[in-house]
């Protein structure tokens, strides 16, 4: 009130004129707050349950502190993905399956209820079981496992789903076939390849077998016929997300992943300029590996049972090798099913290729930031990887675990970054985590197996986490300062993301969400209510949730957990600042009332 008290002094000795007008101000304000209490004033809500005796914050200070309430969606909705909503997909065309990009509602469109689980769902089996079974209940659908049944990729037993490990290109299982692919690519054995991806996943099963042989591996798939892929995946407690190469770059930076595999994917890689394979190109490391198997790989003996000819396979083939070498890969091993290409450790051969004017695909120019990939539009032309980079190529990566402390070359790249930004955010999250695991004992038990850092910088969380049971999926901004390259170098996972929009996965997926600040510094873009209705819909029921946030927003976010039915508490930082609180909450686990 000083500031408006000194002003109308001033108005008063300065000029009469001043004073009507003043006078009318003071009046609409007195007026505008009589209504604001009496259609805001009943709905008030204590939130002092959530604190800790003797810890309380200025609740009336707060943004939006009223009390909260959302109803729940019908049951149709137990598995609705916001921006890949089957139906809405008329509405997109059916060129390259665009439709089954990413394609959010506007505002107006936006639900706000809170999505029920299945009937009949139960508490996630617990890793490491969970790799080979799921409750069926869980993950209701019978289509996959009908059409799927004699490639074995699962198969329903009483109330559970079991998961063989075989798939289409794998019948005599999942183990047998990357032991072969190991045989190919030794540097699968010695922590040299730390970071995969796979483009149309199935359920999964390669990534789930990757991980017992310390690689990290991105399972991707679309929301598509076969249904609920990337669910089952994550069901399982494997690292997943929903994705297709269409006409948009995936959200990951330039040269992140060591190895990518596409197993009878079906993706067209020679049509349309060979922009998916340029995209695969891309994303991976230099010196990284591409694998394939499946048409037109072995087509001397596969053709027959792929409804084609021997011409017509030996052609693709051709193609894709042409592509390939056009883009710097070299065959690097074959045998049976499987070919292996790596990508050129050097740049060498694209300054070859950019001698020769009529060279397809050509560089691409400057004006194309090569780690721009939120809906970034494909195009037909090669990234060159940066002539500065002189660490990044696979082979000059420290092998694992020890990359995953080594600083990264591109932390330079961060505005204000350098080696000892790296090491202390390193130290920071030690003692965080540390914190975190005095409060929350669920963290490092098999309660917590899917856990995604909402808001990380360099996955700092994730890598004071590491040796417990767990994975994280780290998510950068794509407002934010580009450091999910960093992520990728230290030989950890994630992708970019802009929470004013839904996530690209599943309802009832991860096990933890972590929030650092994000209120805080995205409250001027994204409504809260929205990005907490979102958080609770890919939160499992009895899932928790650590929300490290300003003082200012902690009372608000805790009023809006409760109408998202949570359980919270408010407890200090491991610093006891004042300025920033922590809420531990709770997703309870609730049933529709329509199953009632």
Same mark, same amino acid.
């Given at each position: 009130?000083?500031?408006?008290?000194?002003?109308?002094?001033?108005?008063?000795?300065?000029?009469?004129?001043?004073?009507?007008?003043?006078?009318?101000?003071?009046?609409?304000?007195?007026?505008?707050?009589?209504?604001?209490?009496?259609?805001?004033?009943?709905?008030?809500?204590?939130?002092?349950?959530?604190?800790?005796?003797?810890?309380?914050?200025?609740?009336?200070?707060?943004?939006?502190?009223?009390?909260?309430? *959302?109803?729940?969606?019908?049951?149709?909705?137990?598995?609705?993905?916001?921006?890949?909503?089957?139906?809405?997909?008329?509405?997109?065309?059916?060129?390259?399956?665009?439709?089954?990009?990413?394609?959010?509602?506007?505002?107006?469109?936006?639900?706000?209820?809170?999505?029920?689980?299945?009937?009949?769902?139960?508490?996630?089996?617990?890793?490491?079981?969970?790799?080979?079974?799921?409750?069926?209940?869980?993950?209701?659908?019978?289509?996959?496992?009908?059409?799927?049944?004699?490639?074995?990729?699962?198969?329903?037993?009483?109330?559970?789903?079991?998961?063989?490990?075989?798939?289409?290109?794998?019948?005599?299982?999942?183990?047998?076939?990357?032991?072969?692919?190991?045989?190919?690519?030794?540097?699968?054995?010695?922590?040299?390849?730390?970071?995969?991806?796979?483009?149309?996943?199935?359920?999964?099963?390669?990534?789930?077998?990757?991980?017992?042989?310390?690689?990290?591996?991105?399972?991707?798939?679309?929301?598509?016929?076969?249904?609920?892929?990337?669910?089952?995946?994550?069901?399982?407690?494997?690292?997943?997300?929903?994705?297709?190469?269409?006409?948009?770059?995936?959200?990951?930076?330039?040269?992140?992943?060591?190895?990518?595999?596409?197993?009878?994917?079906?993706?067209?890689?020679?049509?349309?300029?060979?922009?998916?394979?340029?995209?695969?190109?891309?994303?991976?490391?230099?010196?990284?590996?591409?694998?394939?198997?499946?048409?037109?790989?072995?087509?001397?003996?596969?053709?027959?049972?792929?409804?084609?000819?021997?011409?017509?396979?030996?052609?693709?083939?051709?193609?894709?090798?042409?592509?390939?070498?056009?883009?710097?890969?070299?065959?690097?091993?074959?045998?049976?099913?499987?070919?292996?290409?790596?990508?050129?450790?050097?740049?060498?051969?694209?300054?070859?290729?950019?001698?020769?004017?009529?060279?397809?695909?050509?560089?691409?120019?400057?004006?194309?930031?090569?780690?721009?990939?939120?809906?970034?539009?494909?195009?037909?032309?090669?990234?060159?990887?940066?002539?500065?980079?002189?660490?990044?190529?696979?082979?000059?990566?420290?092998?694992?675990?020890?990359?995953?402390?080594?600083?990264?070359?591109?932390?330079?790249?961060?505005?204000?970054?350098?080696?000892?930004?790296?090491?202390?955010?390193?130290?920071?999250?030690?003692?965080?985590?540390?914190?975190?695991?005095?409060?929350?004992?669920?963290?490092?038990?098999?309660?917590?197996?899917?856990?995604?850092?909402?808001?990380?910088?360099?996955?700092?969380?994730?890598?004071?986490?590491?040796?417990?049971?767990?994975?994280?999926?780290?998510?950068?901004?794509?407002?934010?300062?580009?450091?999910?390259?960093?992520? *990728?170098?230290?030989?950890?996972?994630?992708?970019?993301?802009?929470?004013?929009?839904?996530?690209?996965?599943?309802?009832?997926?991860?096990?933890?969400?972590?929030?650092?600040?994000?209120?805080?510094?995205?409250?001027?873009?994204?409504?809260?209510?929205?990005?907490?209705?979102?958080?609770?819909?890919?939160?499992?029921?009895?899932?928790?949730?650590?929300?490290?946030?300003?003082?200012?927003?902690?009372?608000?976010?805790?009023?809006?957990?409760?109408?998202?039915?949570?359980?919270?508490?408010?407890?200090?930082?491991?610093?006891?600042?004042?300025?920033?609180?922590?809420?531990?909450?709770?997703?309870?686990?609730?049933?529709?009332?329509?199953?009632?």
């Amino acid at each position: 009130m000083k500031y408006k008290d000194e002003k109308y002094e001033k108005a008063e000795r300065g000029s009469t004129k001043i004073l009507p007008k003043t006078v009318l101000l003071i009046l609409l304000c007195g007026v505008s707050f009589y209504l604001g209490g009496l259609y805001c004033g009943k709905n008030k809500l204590q939130v002092n349950n959530v604190a800790k005796a003797g810890s309380s914050l200025d609740v009336d200070n707060s943004p939006q502190a009223n009390s909260v309430s *959302f109803p729940e969606c019908s049951s149709d909705y137990q598995d609705y993905t916001p921006c890949t909503d089957p139906r809405k997909w008329k509405k997109y065309g059916t060129h390259r399956l665009t439709f089954m990009e990413r394609h959010c509602p506007p505002v107006f469109d936006r639900k706000q209820c809170l999505v029920p689980p299945p009937n009949g769902y139960k508490s996630p089996i617990r890793w490491p079981k969970s790799k080979n079974e799921c409750w069926y209940r869980n993950v209701p659908y019978d289509w996959i496992n009908k059409q799927k049944s004699n490639q074995h990729w699962l198969k329903k037993e009483g109330e559970k789903f079991i998961f063989p490990g075989g798939g289409t290109m794998f019948p005599n299982g999942v183990s047998a076939y990357v032991d072969l692919m190991q045989d190919l690519i030794p540097e699968m054995k010695d922590g040299t390849i730390r970071t995969a991806i796979d483009t149309g996943c199935g359920v999964a099963s390669w990534g789930g077998d990757l991980l017992d042989r310390g690689i990290l591996t991105v399972s991707l798939a679309p929301r598509d016929n076969h249904e609920a892929q990337v669910q089952f995946a994550l069901e399982r407690g494997i690292p997943a997300i929903l994705g297709i190469i269409s006409t948009q770059r995936l959200p990951f930076p330039s040269n992140s992943f060591d190895m990518a595999h596409c197993s009878r994917c079906l993706i067209p890689w020679t049509e349309f300029g060979g922009v998916y394979l340029l995209e695969i190109h891309r994303i991976l490391r230099p010196g990284g590996f591409w694998v394939l198997s499946g048409p037109p790989v072995n087509y001397e003996h596969r053709w027959k049972g792929w409804d084609t000819t021997v011409e017509e396979q030996r052609s693709n083939y051709e193609k894709l090798q042409d592509l390939l070498s056009s883009m710097c890969f070299k065959l690097y091993a074959k045998k049976d099913d499987i070919a292996v290409w790596q990508k050129s450790p050097d740049n060498m051969c694209y300054n070859k290729l950019s001698n020769d004017p009529d060279a397809y695909p050509p560089k691409c120019d400057d004006s194309l930031e090569p780690d721009s990939a939120w809906y970034t539009p494909l195009r037909p032309c090669v990234v060159v990887p940066s002539h500065k980079l002189k660490k990044t190529d696979l082979e000059s990566t420290p092998k694992w675990p020890e990359r995953l402390h080594s600083t990264p070359e591109r932390v330079s790249d961060v505005p204000g970054g350098n080696g000892g930004l790296f090491k202390g955010d390193s130290s920071k999250w030690k003692t965080r985590a540390k914190h975190y695991k005095k409060l929350l004992p669920a963290i490092g038990s098999d309660k917590i197996r899917n856990v995604m850092d909402m808001n990380t910088a360099f996955g700092g969380l994730a890598a004071a986490l590491v040796d417990d049971p767990l994975w994280v999926m780290n998510v950068v901004s794509s407002y934010a300062a580009n450091t999910l390259p960093v992520v *990728f170098d230290r030989g950890l996972i994630g992708t970019y993301h802009d929470w004013c929009e839904a996530f690209s996965t599943y309802p009832r997926t991860y096990d933890l969400l972590h929030v650092d600040g994000l209120f805080t510094s995205e409250s001027q873009r994204c409504e809260m209510k929205y990005v907490m209705l979102e958080m609770d819909r890919i939160l499992r029921p009895n899932g928790y949730a650590i929300i490290r946030e300003s003082s200012y927003f902690a009372d608000t976010i805790a009023s809006v957990a409760k109408g998202l039915r949570w359980s919270c508490r408010k407890e200090q930082t491991e610093s006891e600042s004042e300025n920033e609180k922590l809420l531990i909450c709770q997703k309870n686990l609730w049933y529709s009332s329509e199953t009632k």
